[in-house]
């Protein structure tokens, strides 16, 4: 890991020069030696990484919407080649290279942070050893090496030996269950965070490789932060569990606002967004009305979920209109006669009575 790690030792500085200033300003409040105040200071780095990585964030889920659109051609594609696989494979690459979309778009953002990553480790590595590494002076590093979160001071590892432990002013007791709780945590965020994505936003009626693809993450990755967590000092994993919780809550947001098509999510927003029009009797809110606007103009082309949510609000009496606005169906029809001219309602005939209908009618005379 330090051979890794030494890899991206140019960017070593910046990040040590982020957490300084930050420290600077944490120490002022709990104190220059807190693990407080060097903690959060880790969690700062992150949440300054996350907004700067948010155009990427957004660049993701374009892409992944793309993969989402390409699925009914992937299902093509597969029940045409079922019983050839290569042939599948290049058919796919081919239409990946056609349509510009990329399979692995989803792990941009992870691997945008590594270097952050690796930087704060090797960052934490030496502080372990009491060297000094970029802006930190010597002074510092013997700061942060004493600083402790809940007993565990943020440059131990779970694999450290109770000798080194004890170098650092601490119990191997308060460091492992620190450590494993933490781990499990973090663990736990990822896994959650991959299984709201493949429960709630795509569409799993629809089986391709991208679909087995993040399935396949959603186990893999929690078991690889598991077993490179105990080889992770504490202020790494609390880098970490930061991000994930950002990345969890993150998404938690885009599946509620901006749902894939097609997914129990978008089932979801529609459902709350016509509970919003028929109590308000109006489309309230720019993303509201983009979203109704999109489904009116896909017109026939719309999903099962789309049309039963055209269909729900003609049996409250609205209809939605291109502008993403929805009014009342009769006054949408007054609009329709106006600019048809005004025709004319169609007259009803006349009830007869009984004794009408029972006496024959006289024929007309002869000329």
């Given at each position: 890991?330090?051979?890794?790690?030494?890899?991206?030792?140019?960017?070593?500085?910046?990040?040590?020069?982020?957490?300084?200033?930050?420290?600077?300003?944490?120490?002022?409040?709990?104190?220059?030696?807190?693990?407080?105040?060097?903690?959060?200071?880790?969690?700062?780095?992150?949440?300054?990484?996350?907004?700067?990585?948010?155009?990427?964030?957004?660049?993701?889920?374009?892409?992944?919407?793309?993969?989402?659109?390409?699925?009914?051609?992937?299902?093509?594609?597969?029940?045409?080649?079922?019983?050839?696989?290569?042939?599948?494979?290049?058919?796919?690459?081919?239409?990946?290279?056609?349509?510009?979309?990329?399979?692995?778009?989803?792990?941009?953002?992870?691997?945008?942070?590594?270097?952050?990553?690796?930087a704060l480790y090797h960052v934490l590595a030496n502080i372990a050893d009491g060297k000094t590494i970029g802006v930190l002076n010597q002074q510092l590093v013997d700061s942060a090496r004493e600083a402790k979160i809940f007993g565990a001071p943020i440059a131990a590892k779970f694999m450290d030996s109770s000798e080194k432990v004890a170098a650092l002013g601490a119990s191997l007791t308060d460091v492992r269950v620190v450590t494993a709780v933490m781990i499990v945590m973090m663990s736990l965020s990822q896994f959650y965070t991959q299984r709201q994505l493949m429960q709630k936003n795509v569409d799993l009626s629809v089986k391709t490789p991208f679909m087995q693809q993040q399935k396949?993450?959603?186990?893999?990755?929690?078991?690889?932060?598991?077993?490179?967590?105990?080889?992770?000092?504490?202020?790494?994993?609390?880098?970490?569990?930061?991000?994930?919780?950002?990345?969890?809550?993150?998404?938690?947001?885009?599946?509620?606002?901006?749902?894939?098509?097609?997914?129990?999510?978008?089932?979801?927003?529609?459902?709350?967004?016509l509970k919003h029009a028929t109590s308000h009797g109006e489309v309230k809110g720019r993303g509201k009305k983009k979203t109704v606007a999109a489904i009116v103009a896909k017109g026939p082309d719309r999903n099962d979920i789309e049309r039963k949510f055209i269909t729900a609000l003609s049996k409250q009496g609205l209809a939605a209109q291109a502008d993403g606005s929805v009014i009342k169906s009769s006054e949408s029809t007054a609009d329709s006669d106006a600019a048809s001219g005004g025709a004319a309602k169609r007259q009803q005939p006349k009830r007869q009575t009984k004794s009408q209908r029972q006496t024959p009618s006289k024929p007309s005379p002869k000329k």
């Open positions: 890991m330090d051979t890794i790690a030494g890899l991206f030792s140019f960017i070593t500085t910046p990040v040590s020069w982020i957490i300084v200033q930050f420290h600077s300003l944490y120490g002022a409040v709990f104190g220059p030696d807190s693990g407080w105040a060097w903690g959060l200071s880790i969690v700062s780095l992150v949440v300054l990484i996350r907004i700067c990585l948010i155009p990427l964030f957004v660049k993701q889920i374009k892409a992944t919407r793309g993969m989402q659109a390409l699925q009914p051609k992937m299902k093509a594609i597969q029940e045409r080649y079922k019983n050839d696989k290569q042939r599948q494979s290049e058919e796919m690459m081919k239409l990946y290279k056609e349509t510009g979309t990329n399979p692995l778009s989803s792990c941009l953002p992870i691997l945008a942070q590594s270097p952050f990553f690796f396949m993450l959603m186990y893999i990755f929690p078991v690889i932060f598991a077993v490179m967590g105990i080889n992770f000092p504490v202020g790494v994993l609390v880098y970490w569990l930061t991000t994930n919780v950002w990345t969890m809550g993150q998404q938690m947001y885009v599946i509620n606002q901006n749902p894939t098509p097609g997914s129990k999510a978008q089932d979801q927003y529609l459902t709350r967004l």
